[in-house]
T-cell receptor, first 112, second 113 residues
């Protein structure tokens, strides 16, 4: 039981490049989330998926897109990376009935 | 808009000192309350949670939190901190019927040996 896994762990991009962050969970959770964490800003929600087949914007969706590929997988795409997207990105899934969030190990992204 | 306030942004303590981190939320309805901890270089993990029942909740590693409904507060406490408690602590609130938790901005705790 791996919980929530994310790839890659580290990534360096140049401005304008694109990339996809992958996330998968094996806990059979319906809801999944993408957050970014910046110093002094706490966690900010980018997008979430309440259930398979649905996605919704969070607090800071601009510059990102998501795909809920199936119940297990929820990917985050940066179409044209900008230095302001330098951050640590966490994927999480939510245990229904308890609202407890389970987080992945994070992806540290640097955009030059 | 719903919000969660963590009043202490940075706390520095010596080992064996007592700890209390404040957390207040803005909405008076039914809530589920959480404290998450993030050790250096790691991801967030659940420290403790409150859903209902006894407002004094005990978590891992000797932490506890008290839900005071009249004050919309859920403060985290530990009687004697250890160097290994150095971490960032996040309070979070789930309002009834919402898929989206609201996180506080976090409190950075440094414990000197």
């Amino acid at each position: 039981n791996a919980g929530v896994t994310q790839t890659p762990k580290f990534q360096v991009l140049k401005t304008g490049q694109s990339m996809t962050l992958q996330c998968a969970q094996d806990m059979n959770h319906n809801s999944m989330y993408w957050y970014r964490q910046d110093p002094g800003m706490g966690l900010r929600l980018i997008y979430y998926s309440a259930s398979e087949g649905t996605t919704d914007k969070g607090e800071v969706p601009n510059g990102y897109n998501v795909s809920r590929l199936n119940k297990r997988e929820f990917s985050l795409r940066l179409e044209s990376a900008a230095p302001s997207q330098t951050s640590v990105y966490f994927c999480a899934s939510r245990q229904g009935g308890t609202d407890t969030q389970y987080f992945g190990p994070g992806t540290r992204l640097t955009v030059l | 808009a719903q919000s969660v306030s963590q009043h202490n942004h940075h706390v520095i303590l010596s080992e064996a000192a007592s700890l209390e981190l404040g957390c207040n939320y803005s909405y008076g309805g039914t809530v589920n309350l959480f404290w998450y901890v993030q050790y250096p270089g790691q991801h967030l993990q659940l420290l403790l949670k409150y859903f209902s029942g006894d407002p004094l909740v005990k978590g891992i590693k000797g932490f506890e939190a008290e839900f005071i409904k009249s004050k919309f507060s859920f403060n985290l406490r530990k009687p004697s901190v250890q160097w290994s408690d150095t971490a960032e602590y996040f309070c979070a609130v789930n309002y009834e019927g919402s898929y989206i938790p609201t996180f506080g901005r976090g409190t950075s705790l440094i414990v000197h040996p």
